[in-house]
């Protein structure tokens, strides 16, 4: 069976893009990366993807005047790599409306939280500000409004007494590599309903 195209998003260090990497290394894996963008140029995950001979392309956000510009260029760039789903991983850039209308339900967004609790960022300060005994994260669905789509999987993580805002994300972060996978095959099987 064709394998689902992957357009992967990054910021940063690429933590999650590496487990989609790792994860799309197993052949019967039902997707492929097929190109991963950044829009800050050398980070991590660029190494990351080079490492593993995926193509990769820098859109600098600064070099456009306008952000629907910007996620014109984005949306061209993953239409030529003929990308089927889009996933954002630690992609801080908000995508616009326009965006989102070229890909209707092909966007998906991880965020480390249990959505719809502590959209935003800053997350794990709010956690233990909060005082809630309870953590995770959320892979979903991209709708205009910011971590508000629809849930494909979350996984939970106690938060500690002791914990810091570093060590929680560490504990977090974990999960995030296992659901961001699970997420993605999800969609590949087709065993998602709307
Ligand atoms: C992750 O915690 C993700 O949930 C959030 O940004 C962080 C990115 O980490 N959206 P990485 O670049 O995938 O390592």
Redesign the pocket.
């Known amino acids: 069976m064709a394998r689902l195209k992957l357009g992967v998003l990054?910021?940063?260090?690429?933590?999650?893009?590496?487990?989609l990497i790792d994860a799309c290394a197993d052949p019967a894996f039902p997707a492929e990366i097929v190109l991963v963008i950044s829009n800050i140029p050398n980070v991590?995950?660029l190494d990351r993807a080079e490492k593993a001979n995926i193509p990769t392309k820098t859109i600098n956000h600064k070099d456009y005047d306008a952000r629907e510009k910007f996620d014109q260029a984005l949306t061209e760039t993953l239409q030529q790599a003929g990308v089927e789903l889009v996933c954002?991983?630690?992609?801080?850039r908000i995508v616009t409306a326009q965006f989102l209308a070229h890909w209707p339900d092909q966007v998906i967004?991880?965020?480390?939280s249990l959505l719809p609790a502590f959209k935003g960022i800053h997350?794990h300060e709010r956690v233990i500000e909060a005082g809630v005994k309870f953590s995770g994260?959320t892979v979903h669905y991209v709708v205009p409004e910011m971590d508000a789509g629809p849930i494909i999987t979350q996984a939970c993580v106690p938060v500690k007494d002791e914990d810091t805002p570093d060590t929680l994300?560490a504990r977090?972060?974990e999960q995030?590599h296992v659901i961001y996978p699970l997420a993605v095959r999800l969609i590949a099987e087709k065993r998602l309903q709307q």
């Open positions: 990054i910021s940063g260090r690429g933590s999650n893009l590496q487990s991590q995950g954002l991983a630690g992609f801080m967004n991880i965020h480390p997350v994260c994300a977090v972060l995030e």
